[in-house]
């Protein structure tokens, strides 16, 4: 097999394809957690304001 400069342009590309669609699937997940996180906080918390008006405290 020849290793010419097409094949290793070809090989280049095909990296850095994989590596931009693995950083955006982590970026991607990252947002989500942070989402998630907020989300759960803000139900917490929504919760908490729910018992206090039906007496319910802890």
């Not at 990296?15 to 989402?35: F, K, N, P, Q």
């Amino acid at each position: 097999m020849k290793f010419t400069a097409e094949f290793v342009l070809s090989v280049v590309v095909a990296l850095g394809s994989g590596v931009g669609a693995y950083t955006a699937i982590r970026a991607d997940l990252a947002t989500l957690h942070e989402r998630s996180t907020n989300a759960l906080a803000a139900a917490q918390k929504a919760n908490d304001r729910i018992d206090q008006l039906t007496g319910r405290q802890k």
